[in-house]
């Protein structure tokens, strides 16, 4: 069916986007960090966890006549929690199923911002790689991620194969200030690279959540982005 992938089910939980949504993401969700897109024509299995480790994997079907590998979807991913500490990743692969603007059910909703990255919808291949860990001390939770994101074979490239990068650094610290009142700051770094793709992303982010009772909140929150270079 139409489902989220496996690193959103374990990596995603790991990162701010968790805790404060959308203005911690890395910039255009080139990385799915939102959970901007799903895949369609899906299957998926999850495990139990097994001493705290737990893996999921995923296939999607393609949908171009005449070619198996058209358009087809893959991913795995494994999380592993021992107490304070959690550390997850995962790979993902989409082909284009010969289209300009979809890679089979994996929906370019999101991942095709037109001023960041809507250039690369043509990309024959998008190769998405993720990891995310967190360390809780007390009241205080520390947080980092990595992603690497790969346009292959794009309208633009300049030959065979070639293709276009962007990874992605990442930190953050939550501060549980009360019972009621959580705190958090993250800064991102996204550099993007390759056929004549030379840019940089800075943005800073905060958040303020206020719990008026188990069942509603108030919150806050505000990013600062500055971008540069050409793309």
Known sequence: GRQYDPLVDLIQPLTEDDTYGSAFATPGDMDNYDNSSRVNNSIKYTSPTYAG?????MYAFGGEAGETSGGQTYAIAAAYNHGPFNLAAGYLRANN?????????FTSTGLDSSAINGAFISASTLQIIRAAATYAIGPVTLGAAYSNVDYGNYAAAAGPNNGTR?????????????????????????KGSGNNVDASYNQVSLGADYALSKRTDLYALAAYQKASGNT
Not at 53 to 57: I, N
Not at 97 to 105: A, L, R, V
Not at 168 to 187: D, K, M, R, S, W
């Open 53 to 57: 480790l737990q893996v999921s994997a």
């Open 97 to 105: 199923n010969g289209t300009s603007s979809t890679y089979d059910g």
């Open 166 to 190: 962007f990874n992605t650094g990442q930190a953050f610290v939550n501060y549980q200030l009360n019972a009621a009142i959580e705190l958090g700051v993250g800064y991102n770094y996204t």
